[in-house]
């Protein structure tokens, strides 16, 4: 049974940062498209960032780029979200996702391509 569990949020100051981590379960993950996905109060669920299978590059969100990076770890078949410069408005709920696609291409950040998705886990930036 494929499974993805969040893991690393927390509470952080402004300019601080966090790790996330995915942990996959029932599959590889080199062979999927992994997103990461975030949800505020209020606001839709929105894409942060993403790996695409293979060897094609990663993709970020405008509002992360130069902040965020993302990687991947075969070996322990988990994807990490390194997440710097931390800003309140990065506060929201955080959702890994996965999909396979079925041509190699750049992983998209629109949700309702991913079909399965974890429980996330909640990041808030504060003094």
């Known amino acids: 049974q494929l499974q993805l569990v969040e893991s690393g949020g927390g509470l952080v100051q402004p300019g601080g940062s966090l790790r996330l981590s995915c942990a996959a379960s029932g599959f590889t993950l080199d062979a999927y498209h992994i997103g990461w996905f975030r949800q505020a109060p209020g606001k839709e669920r929105e894409g942060v960032s993403c790996i695409s299978s293979g060897d094609i590059p990663t993709n970020y969100a405008d509002s992360v780029k130069g902040r965020f990076t993302i990687s991947r770890d075969n070996a322990e078949n988990t994807v990490y979200l390194q997440m710097n410069s931390l800003k309140p408005e990065d506060t929201a709920v955080y959702f890994c996702?996965?999909?396979?696609?079925?041509?190699?291409?750049?992983?998209?950040?629109?949700?309702?391509?991913?079909?399965?998705w974890g429980r996330g886990t909640q990041v808030t930036v504060s003094s």
């Open positions: 996702a996965t999909f396979r696609s079925a041509i190699p291409t750049l992983c998209p950040m629109r949700t309702w391509q991913y079909d399965y």
